[in-house]
């Protein structure tokens, strides 16, 4: 080999060094910004919001004045929700998932229901508050209820559960399956006994996360007409609601700059809330990891 060519080769490879140094560079610039920003929403929420955040204001409704303002009834009526949206969405999300990938056929109309599947996950979630408000609330009569609520999200986030819980199917290898088969299974079998366990860690991460989203969703229970002020808690799926965000919401449309301290208190706690679903996703995805 050639000085020339051993010339051309180090001016290659220092391109390269120097392309990679900057990259990195770029994406560690990027990690910082991240986390500045995230650090000063934080900063800024919890300095405002701790004056206000009390006993009192977990167990008080809201109200007219700042200093009495509470989030009892938002807290309470979002754990009624999620007791709609959780076993709806997921039963559902989950079913499909199954059928989709162990019974259906790869033919046109089968794409077609994934492409859409895919499709709607992207859909702004406006769009299913309006079909939640004729559908649910106008169609079948349900009024501004709790039930209409947990059904509309429960239409939110299920597209997101069904793609999670197909691509956790997927990750199964198909050792396993040929195993199960070879033992003389049956298609039900295979599936509860060795695709389920196995996919386990994936469908529950993507579920919880998915839940974590409808926690959080404004728009859709706007639209259906949930409340902005309640004084009064709900003591069936057919009552009205208000859940944290429309609280949250609520607070920081009002001039008094008092109302937005509220609404940081309310803030911390929805976060919190958050953060609680979030780790019990990344636990569980750990631990069942670990055992299948």
């Known amino acids: 080999m050639s000085s020339i060519d051993k010339q051309l ?9 120097f392309q990679n140094k900057l990259l990195k560079a770029i994406f560690f610039m990027c990690i910082i910004f991240s986390i500045l ?12 919001g701790i004056t206000h955040l009390d006993w009192n204001f977990l167990t008080s409704f809201a109200s007219r004045f700042p200093e009495e303002a509470g989030f009892k009834a938002a807290v309470v009526g979002s754990l009624w929700l999620m007791v709609i949206v959780a076993p709806v969405s997921v039963f559902l999300g989950v079913g499909t998932a199954i059928y989709l990938e162990e019974y259906a056929k790869d033919n046109r109309f089968t794409r077609f229901i994934q492409m859409n599947i895919s499709n709607l996950a992207g859909v702004p979630s406006v769009v299913f508050g309006l079909l939640g408000l004729t559908f649910f609330v106008r169609l079948m009569e349900m009024g501004r209820s709790i039930m209409a609520g947990g059904l509309t999200l429960s239409l939110l986030i299920l597209p997101i559960i069904v793609v999670a819980a197909q691509e956790a199917i997927r990750s199964v290898p198909n ?33 919880i996360l998915a839940l974590s989203r409808a926690i959080g969703e404004t728009a859709p229970l706007l639209m259906i007409g949930a409340l902005t002020f309640i004084a009064y808690l709900p003591e069936n799926v ?7 965000p429309i609280q949250i919401f609520n607070w920081t449309g009002r001039p008094q700059e008092e109302f937005h301290f509220v609404a940081a208190s309310g803030i911390m706690i929805l976060l919190f809330l958050l953060i609680i679903m979030n780790s019990v996703a990344i636990y569980i995805r750990n631990k069942f990891s670990k055992r299948y």
């Open 175 to 207: 050792d396993q399956y040929e195993a199960s088969f070879a033992m003389g299974a049956s298609k039900w079998q295979t599936i509860r006994r060795i695709v389920l366990p196995s996919a386990i860690p994936g469908i529950l991460t993507g579920s």
């Open 9 to 17: 080769i180090q001016r290659k490879m220092g391109k390269r060094t």
């Open 37 to 48: 920003v995230l650090g000063a929403l934080i900063i800024r929420v919890v300095s405002q």
């Open 238 to 244: 057919w009552d009205g609601f208000t859940v944290m």
